[in-house]
């Protein structure tokens, strides 16, 4: 299972919106909308930001969004705020019942 | 308070092998599914596999090729991973991860404990 397609980096100035895509096939992001997003900071374990394509744990705040249109998943994170420096991961549900990360993206706030 | 607390990780020359723990608590472990995830160093995240709540169902990354075996003990609210003939490669931070209920995010994760396999 070949990992998902992130761009390696995506940056923005602080109130802007930047979007992160996570690009796969019809075998797993295409197939089903279990497309979730991860944030890591820096030694860190991951958080959960997005499960189920576009739902948000409690606790976690509306300016991050997630969507997804064919095989191709995104994550946009309005009103960017330092805090929001860190790598996001993607990862899907796949047609062999597991599951697979994105190669990941460090957001760079300018 | 969720909690999950890695622990067995070290140093491991090529071809031995280790048995890492989860400590799950806060929770009632034996109706969620759960997961391990690694990262290599400077490396994203990998996912290693995958146990149903009462092991039924259990799944692998195709890469591991047989050396892995995840378990779990839902009396002793833990989860195992028994890492066999370890290569170089398997070097990483191993995270735990419960699923999401009903549905296949991960929503809580351990610290992570470090696995190096060096001569």
């Known amino acids: 299972q070949s990992a998902l397609t992130q761009p390696a980096s995506v940056s923005g100035s602080p109130g802007q919106s930047i979007t992160i895509s996570c690009t796969g096939t019809?075998?797993?992001?295409?197939?089903?909308?279990?497309v979730s997003w991860y944030q890591q900071h820096p030694g860190k374990a991951p958080k959960l930001m997005i499960y189920d394509v576009s739902n948000r744990p409690s606790g976690v705040s509306d300016r991050f969004s997630g969507s997804k249109s064919g095989n191709t998943a995104s994550l946009t994170i309005s009103g960017l705020q330092a805090e929001d420096e860190a790598d996001y991961y993607c990862?899907?549900?796949?047609?062999?019942?597991?599951?697979?990360f994105g190669t990941g993206t460090k957001v760079t706030v300018l | 308070e969720v909690q999950l607390v890695e622990s067995g990780g070290g140093l491991v020359k090529p071809g031995g092998s280790l048995r890492l723990s989860c400590a799950a608590s806060?929770?009632?472990?034996?109706?969620?599914?759960m997961n391990w995830v690694r990262q290599a160093p400077g490396k994203g995240l990998e996912w290693v596999s995958s146990?149903?709540?009462?092991?039924?169902?259990?799944y692998y990354a195709d890469s591991l090729k047989g050396r892995f075996t995840i378990s779990r003990d839902n009396a002793k609210n833990s989860l195992y991973l028994q890492m066999n003939s370890l290569r170089a490669e398997d070097t990483a931070v191993y995270y735990c991860?419960?699923?999401?209920?009903?549905?296949?995010?991960?929503?809580?994760w351990g610290q992570g404990t470090l696995v190096t396999v060096s001569s």
């Open positions: 146990i149903s709540s009462s092991s039924t169902y259990i």
């Open positions: 019809s075998s797993d992001v295409g197939g089903y909308n279990y």
């Open positions: 806060g929770f009632t472990f034996s109706s969620y599914s």
């Open positions: 991860a419960r699923r999401v209920s009903g549905t296949k995010g991960f929503d809580y």
């Open positions: 990862n899907s549900y796949t047609s062999s019942s597991t599951y697979v």
